[in-house]
């Protein structure tokens, strides 16, 4: 009987340590996925902000400079509140212009009067929310230039 008690446990063992490293090797594979926070990005922005312009913006501006962003991003399709398996995939290219410029007219559809400088401000902090939480990794070299020089 101890024989078979002994066989069971080690099969048992085995089929264990397999299914834990299979699903440990496919996790790893994966990317680390990130998770903004609203309110955490907030204070983060906030509490980084350059004195001057702490003393002219409210949390209330913070939140609402930061929500645009994320819709932003939302409808470029390069975010999402459900899953990462709801992103594209696909090469985005947008112009250096495009996000604060859409940003202002979200905020002045809602009625939130800030200078451009101040939410173009905001916008270079939370950079360094999204590189704190990984959603931003080093820069990446691009292939060289193919046209002779």
């Not at 002994?6 to 998770?35: D, K, N």
């Not at 312009?53 to 409808?75: E, G, N, Q």
């Not at 270079?124 to 070299?141: L, S």
């Amino acid at each position: 009987m101890l024989p078979w008690i002994i066989l069971a446990s080690v099969l048992v063992f085995v089929i264990a340590a397999a299914s834990i490293g299979s699903v440990s090797g496919s996790l790893a594979e994966r990317p680390r996925r990130s998770v903004y926070d609203l309110e955490e990005a907030v204070e983060f922005v906030a509490e980084r902000l350059p004195d001057d312009l702490t003393a002219r913006l409210s949390y209330d501006d913070v939140r609402a400079v930061l929500s645009a962003h994320c819709d932003y991003l939302a409808d470029k399709g390069v975010a999402s509140s459900a899953t990462a398996d709801d992103i594209g995939t696909e090469l985005l290219l947008v112009p250096d212009d495009e996000p604060l410029a859409w940003i202002l007219g979200r905020l002045e559809s809602a009625s939130v009067r800030l200078a451009d400088e101040d939410v173009a401000t905001v916008l270079a902090v939370e950079e360094r929310y999204y590189r704190a939480i990984g959603a931003i990794g080093g820069q990446v070299e691009g292939p060289a230039d193919p046209a002779p020089g």
